[in-house]
T-cell receptor
């Protein structure tokens, strides 16, 4: 099955600086990589995703990059703001299970320091 | 607003006393998922329904059961909760079963405490 590793587990960034979170995956057949943001007391929410036919996708201050050769993908948040403080999870599908379920990384707790 | 609703938000039960967690959705999605999330860990899929088709994960304990009486509602039953079952339980929905095509929408979760 798919194995997803996520680093770092915690990250503190000065407001206005950039934050980068990296995930690696094991199954080269995986072709879809979402990122979820989980705020305190809430369920995870999809913030951005990328498919394996592109190397980068941007949405305002967030971007995701994908390196299929190295089997890793990263979340980039620029000009960080206090509301970016949350736990972020990467995920990848299980191709061997018909892409019917996701496996999640272990999460990164991002703290933005005002 | 269309959404995924979980009740209750907090549930306290006693060791061995059956408990039921509830999830409802107004999205009219075909797929409903139950995840268990322990402190500082990733969500772990317990099972999911595609319509009435139930799919249990191989490592989900028999102590956990689920019911989906209709499209809108799905229940998680824990028959004999142990201390190790204390966790956040997340319900999610998606329109279709391919996670590569369909976004999963999560509810706010129910935090279960076992005394």
């Amino acid at each position: 099955g798919e194995n997803v590793e996520q680093h770092p587990s915690t990250l503190s960034v000065q407001e206005g600086d950039s934050a980068v979170i990296k995930c690696t995956y094991s199954d080269s057949a995986s072709n879809y990589f979402p990122w979820y943001k989980q705020e305190l007391g809430k369920g995870p929410q999809l913030i951005i995703d990328i498919r394996s036919n592109v190397g980068e996708k941007k949405d305002q201050r967030i971007a995701v990059t994908l390196n299929k050769t190295a089997k890793h993908f990263s979340l980039h948040i620029t000009e960080t703001q206090p509301e970016d403080s949350a736990v972020y999870f990467c995920a990848a599908p299980f191709p061997n299970f018909g892409n019917e379920k996701l496996t999640f990384g272990t999460g990164t707790r991002l703290t933005i320091i005002p | 607003d269309a959404m995924v609703i979980q009740n209750p938000r907090y549930q306290v039960t006693q060791f061995g006393k059956p408990v039921t967690l509830s999830c409802s959705q107004t999205l009219n999605h075909n797929v409903m998922y139950w995840y268990q999330q322990k402190s500082s860990q990733a969500p772990k899929l317990l099972f999911h329904y595609y319509d009435k088709d139930f799919n249990n994960e191989a490592d989900t304990p028999d102590n956990f059961q689920s019911r989906r009486p209709n499209t809108s509602f799905c229940f998680l039953d824990i028959r004999s909760p142990g201390l190790g079952d204390a966790a956040m339980y997340l319900c999610a929905t998606s329109k279709g079963r391919l996670v590569t095509q369909e976004t999963q929408y999560f509810g706010p979760g129910t935090r279960l405490l076992v005394l």
